[in-house]
Structures are given as C-alpha cells and as structure tokens.
T-cell receptor, first 111, second 117 residues
C-alpha cells in the first residue's frame, strides 16, 4: 500500500518568514495530493491540493510543488502569520483510492 | 455548503455501554468515511462507504459497527469499547470515491471526542 513520510515533525519560524514542509510517497500510481491544516481541537481543513499532472499550484501565500519522478511534494507558506500556527498533514491518494496521511508537522509562528 | 455535521461533540461511556455516533452531509456526496484520530497523530481510516455500500473495513474490531442508512447519513455504533478506544472520531465525505479520475477531496466534520472509562 501507499506510505507517506512527512518532515519535519515540528517547525518554528519567525512571523514573516517562510515555512516549508516536505512529504515523500511510495505508490507511483498516486495521482492526488492534498494538504490539510488542523488547528487545536478543530477539524482538518483542506488548504491546497495538487494533481499529478501539475508541477506547482499557488493560492495567495500558500504553494504546493510536486516532483513525480522523485515522488515528493512540498508545502510552502510565505509571509507566515501567527494564525498559520497549526498541525499540517500531507496526504496522497494512491491506487487503493483512500487517502494516506503523513505523520503531521506542528508549525509554530513566533510573533 | 461544505458542511459535515457530527453529533455528539463529546461522549463519555463505560466499557459496557452501547452508544452511537452520527454524521450527516447534504452535499450530494456518495462516499463517506470514518476516521479515528489520537492526539498529535494523523487520522487513521476505519471505514469507507461508497454509494451506501461498505467498501473498506481497515480491520477494525467488531466493537465498532458502521451503518449507512442513506446517502446523507453515516452512523458508528459502539459497544463494549476499551479505554484505548478513547480518541477523536472524524467523519468525512467526498463526491465519489470510486472514480479513478476524480480527485478525492474529503471534507471533515468537527469530530466526536470519545472517552471510554
């Protein structure tokens, strides 16, 4: 089955700096890669996603890049703000159709 | 409207109790999911219903029994749980799990925080 590894597990940045979270996946048939943000005590919320036929997607301060050859994808957050502090999960949809989640990254934006 | 509604928000039960968790969506989605999430861990898939039929059971113990009465509703019946079953139980839905061409955007409910004493 699919295996998704996510790094780092914790990340602290100064407000205004950029944050990068990286994930690798194992199933070469995976074709959809969402990123979820989960604030403490709240539901996971989709913040951006990318399909395997696209290399990069951007939405305001958030971008995702995908390298199919290397089987890795990354989340980039620019100009970080305190409200970006949360746990971020990457996921991959493989040949088995269900989403496999990474282990999560606790992002803390320091004021 | 991307709302998935779960009730109750919190549940405390003893190991001999029987209780049910409920999930509802009105987005016309044909796939619904139950996940279990422990603190600081990713959601773990338990069950997938596609077009009201159970498609995936991730080797979940029989003390958890899912039910999909119709395309908008998903229940999780709980019986004789163990303290280690204490967790956040998340319901999610997506448009169509079965299609290999569609991206599987899953929308999550706020969850039921379950404590088993």
């Amino acid at each position: 089955g699919e295996n998704v590894e996510q790094h780092p597990s914790t990340l602290s940045v100064q407000e205004g700096d950029s944050a990068v979270i990286k994930c690798t996946y194992s199933d070469s048939a995976s074709n959809y890669f969402p990123w979820y943000k989960q604030e403490l005590g709240k539901r996971p919320q989709l913040i951006i996603d990318i399909r395997s036929n696209v290399g990069e997607k951007k939405d305001q301060r958030i971008a995702v890049t995908l390298n199919k050859t290397a089987k890795h994808f990354s989340l980039h957050i620019t100009e970080t703000q305190p409200e970006d502090s949360a746990v971020y999960f990457c996921a991959a949809q493989g040949s088995a159709r269900q989403l496999t989640f990474g282990s999560g990254t606790q992002l803390t934006v320091l004021p | 409207d991307t709302e998935v509604t779960q009730t109750p928000k919190h549940l405390v039960m003893g190991m001999t109790n029987k209780k049910s968790l409920k999930c509802e969506q009105h987005m016309g989605h044909r796939a619904m999911y139950w996940y279990k999430q422990k603190a600081k861990k990713p959601p773990e898939l338990m069950f997938v219903y596609s077009y009201e039929k159970l498609s995936i059971n991730e080797s979940v113990p029989s003390r958890f029994s899912p039910e999909c009465p119709n395309s908008s509703l998903l229940n999780l019946h709980l019986h004789a749980l163990q303290p280690e079953d204490s967790a956040l139980y998340l319901c999610a839905s997506s448009q169509d799990w079965a299609s290999v061409k569609a991206k599987n955007i899953q929308y999550f409910g706020a969850g039921t925080r379950l404590s088993v004493l």
